[in-house]
């Protein structure tokens, strides 16, 4: 049987940008699916767009306003990282358009709670004295690929080539939703194991486990667009049991 022909959305976590798909959206699309790598306002190539007023509603709205100007539908949603929060938006404000939904490594936000609600004190401290720092806390600064769990010389160096500040009000501002995350969508967790990306992600495989969210295991580190993209992409074209 041939195998369907989807739409995936590709969507980046803290620091990064739609640059960093390259090794998961170039092998998909030559398979014929159709591929987006949508760049969150302050990062990446719109870098040059960094705002105080960059918060987790205008990474909400930088995704629905992809969705809805590419005229996009029946989208296989994968959020990684923090792009957990914004796949999660969207599926509060047009379920219509996605047909699955995918936390890569994600985070699972919780309404009312802020980002850095899911992360030690010290390390959520240490992030603000760091942004105010840098940059009188517009931004935190990128860290290191070894914090992603990146480790080849050549990977490392890409990575932080293009690694760009975060805007660090996203980390301290809340959404609200009207339902539980995914909103009633088929939802499906992939979880790098090896080795596993903690703070702030223990939080978010318990609630994974309270929703009853299937879940799937890759052993690779946080990153697995970068380290083992292959994998990825026969976990993303598998066809979930109804």
């Not at 719109?46 to 005229?71: G, K, Q, Y």
């Not at 996009?72 to 379920?95: K, M, Q, R, Y």
């Not at 806390?137 to 990977?155: E, H, K, M, N, Y």
Request: glycine letters at 10%; charged letters at 20%; one cysteine or more.
């Amino acid at each position: 049987m041939a195998m369907r022909r989807k739409t995936f959305v590709l969507v980046h976590g803290a620091w990064h940008g739609g640059w960093c798909w390259e090794r998961v959206a170039g092998p998909l699309r030559a398979r014929g699916h159709r591929v987006t790598t949508p760049t969150q306002t302050g990062l990446g190539e719109r870098a040059h767009l960094m705002s105080p007023d960059i918060d987790l509603a205008v990474f909400t709205a930088d995704l629905v306003n992809h969705l809805l100007w590419e005229d996009l539908t029946d989208v296989v949603l994968v959020g990684h990282s923090f792009g957990g929060n914004a796949i999660s938006g969207a599926a509060e404000e047009v379920p219509g358009r996605i047909e699955r939904l995918v936390y890569l490594d994600a985070l699972v936000p919780v309404s009312g709670r802020v980002p850095f609600d899911s992360y030690p004190a010290g390390v959520a401290a240490e992030r603000i004295r760091q942004a105010e720092e840098s940059s009188g806390g517009l931004s935190i600064p990128a860290p290191p690929a070894a914090a992603f769990a990146v480790t080849d010389p050549a990977d490392a160096a890409w990575l932080e080539a293009y690694l760009t500040p975060h805007p660090l009000q996203t980390f301290t501002t809340a959404q609200t939703f009207r339902n539980e995350p995914g909103n009633g969508l088929p939802v499906e967790y992939i979880a790098c194991n090896d080795p596993k990306y903690r703070d702030p992600l223990d939080d978010a495989r318990i609630r994974v486990g309270s929703l009853g969210w299937p879940v799937t295991e890759i052993a690779t580190g946080h990153n697995a667009m970068v380290t083992a993209p292959g994998a990825l992409i026969d976990i993303l074209e598998t066809e979930p049991e109804r």
